[in-house]
């Protein structure tokens, strides 16, 4: 079975740009979640994802949006990138719970200049 | 705030040593986790461990839970290098939500 892929791998953009980053779950998942990872705040929940549905939120500006697609996919968007928006971002799938066992992707690294 | 916080941020010790970390956290819990992050990866899972239960074990990992002192240690014996990496516990609260530490780097030295 597949894992979860995140696409692309690394980004580079500048300041007041948009970036759209891709996550596809593990088959049969239906719960995707999305963190950013700084080395000063750690690991910070973005947003979950349930069946197409926002089900949980973080304490992230509006920027930063998402959406899950009927096939469970998920797309997470930043608008008007800032500096400190330059992070690890990365997805997890899970069975149903957030609170469930996550499986991670690899990431996307996300640079702003 | 952090839900979970682990300690000590930082850990080097001989390959062959045991490797212990804590979490300790703020609120009652459903049950912890603890996940293991290679550099610049994703995180993998480890262990769950539920409310109810005091001692977990997964091969070379072994996990205790303290409810009553809101605390769990994560314990990897016969270390080897392959175990340098970051490890966060994660713990649900009850809430649908689930909070991650700020992890212990553990480095293994040959």
């Known amino acids: 079975k597949a894992g979860v892929t995140q696409t692309p791998r690394y980004l580079i953009k500048t300041r007041g740009q948009q970036v759209t980053l891709s996550c596809s779950p593990i088959s049969g998942h239906r719960s995707v979640s999305w963190y950013q990872q700084t080395p000063g705040q750690g690991l910070q929940f973005l947003f979950e994802y349930f069946s197409e549905t926002q089900r949980n939120k973080g304490n992230f500006p509006g920027r930063f949006s998402g959406r899950q697609f009927s096939n469970s996919r998920s797309e997470m968007n930043v608008s008007t990138l800032e500096l400190g928006d330059s992070a690890l971002y990365l997805c997890?799938?899970?069975?149903?719970?957030?609170?469930?066992?996550?499986?991670f992707g690899a990431g996307t690294r996300l640079s702003v200049l | 705030s952090q839900q979970g916080e682990e300690d000590p941020q930082a850990l080097s010790i001989q390959e062959g040593e045991n490797a212990t970390m804590n979490c300790s956290y703020k609120t009652s819990i459903n049950n912890l986790q603890w996940y293991r992050q290679n550099s610049g990866r994703g995180l993998v899972h480890l262990i769950l461990?539920?409310?109810?239960?005091r001692e977990k074990h997964s091969g070379r990992l072994r996990v205790t839970l303290d409810t009553s002192k809101k605390s769990s240690s994560l314990l990897i014996t016969a270390s080897r290098a392959a175990d340098t990496a970051s490890y966060f516990c994660a713990t649900d609260a009850g809430d649908d939500k689930i909070i991650f530490g700020k992890g212990t780097r553990l480095h293994i030295l040959p």
């Open positions: 461990i539920r409310s109810n239960e």
């Open positions: 997890a799938s899970s069975l149903g719970l957030l609170a469930d066992i996550q499986y």
